[in-house]
């Protein structure tokens, strides 16, 4: 008897869960969208997210939408594009959903209509700049840092700005011992680069100092991470603030430093494939991502900085906005301004001045 009361209250229980409640502020009508989310019964997302930071998030929204399998592809952010193109040109199967660091390359497919028109029921809840057309949002507020290696960097030697940097790496030590993106190859390395081009008035000389280091380019932020721990190298430029800052809390080979002239802010773009076959479950995902619950979940178990000014916590906006300064923050837009370097001509026109300056061996 004890048996079946048992199994009796865990069917209830079940069935309970199963029956998702729209969230508290959302109208009454978004059932609609749950309901189909769960006859859907999937998601795919292809995303540029290490699967470790994105398993807190797909384990929250399958408590709250049972039901819904989340099926996320990592891959880094230039396969992330051209795995898309490739299918959609195929005519297969492709993502419902984007979710890449290269906020450029997002804005192109997003901008050739590859993208939902699907206003967010939080989007008023995330700045303007992080919004485009109600079809790209971006998620998240993550530092560009330069990131050293603490036994062998003298305290006194670690950079504070962009020149001291540049000065910094010119000195013999630093020859063949300083790393960065592979601009060629990651995606968000590429739009990091092309954006200190349009904030750095002295960006050639980084580009000179980078030259005369010798600089030793990567196509992704943990091995340029790994290099800088072991001591092969010993400092990194542009890496991504939101893993090195979790890296250092582990690893005591790693500083990371957020420059005091300006610090690049990179907010990971979402959006909703207009083909996509599980629409409501993509639309479902977009708003547990921006929502109060999603971002908290970002700052605090993903450790991506939260975009939120409502979210609290070390990894989020408002935290990194008093660290720094809002006048020394520069989030990257949301905006189809980042597709002026992906043109063929002005693409190659700075890889070109890339490879005779920095990349001059």
Known sequence: MMLKQTVAAACALFAGSALAQVPAGYPADYQKIIDAAKKEGK??????????????????????????????????????????????????????????????????????????????????????????????YGTTFEPAAIVYNKRLVDAKEVPQTHADFAALIQQPKFKDKVTTYDIEKSGVGFMFMTQDARENPKFLDLENAFGVAKVR??????????????????????????????????????????????????????????????????????????SHRGQTIIANDSKLFAIRADVTGETTSAELIKQIGADKIKPVPVHPILLQFLGPAKRMAFLKQWKETAGKK
């Open 217 to 290: 380019v990567q196509s992704s932020t943990g091995t340029m991470m790994e290099r800088i721990s072991s001591g092969e190298n010993l400092i990194g430029y542009n890496v991504l603030g939101s893993y090195a800052l979790v890296r250092a809390k582990t690893d005591p080979s790693i500083g990371v430093v957020l420059p005091k002239d300006y610090t690049l802010v990179m907010s990971r773009v979402f959006f909703i494939n207009k083909a996509a076959k599980n629409v409501n479950a993509a639309k479902l995902w977009l708003d547990y991502m921006l």
């Open 43 to 136: 998601l795919v997302i292809y995303g540029a997210t290490d699967s470790k930071a994105t398993q807190p998030l797909i384990k929250d929204f399958s408590a709250l939408y049972p039901g819904i399998t989340v099926e996320y592809n990592d891959m880094n952010s230039t396969e992330v594009y051209n795995r898309f193109i490739s299918e959609v040109a195929a005519g297969g199967n492709t993502a419902d959903a984007m979710w890449s660091s290269a906020m450029d390359l997002q804005m192109r497919l997003a901008s050739d209509g590859y993208a939902l028109q699907y206003k967010s029921v939080e989007a008023s809840k995330i700045p303007g700049w992080a919004v485009w057309d109600d079809k790209a």
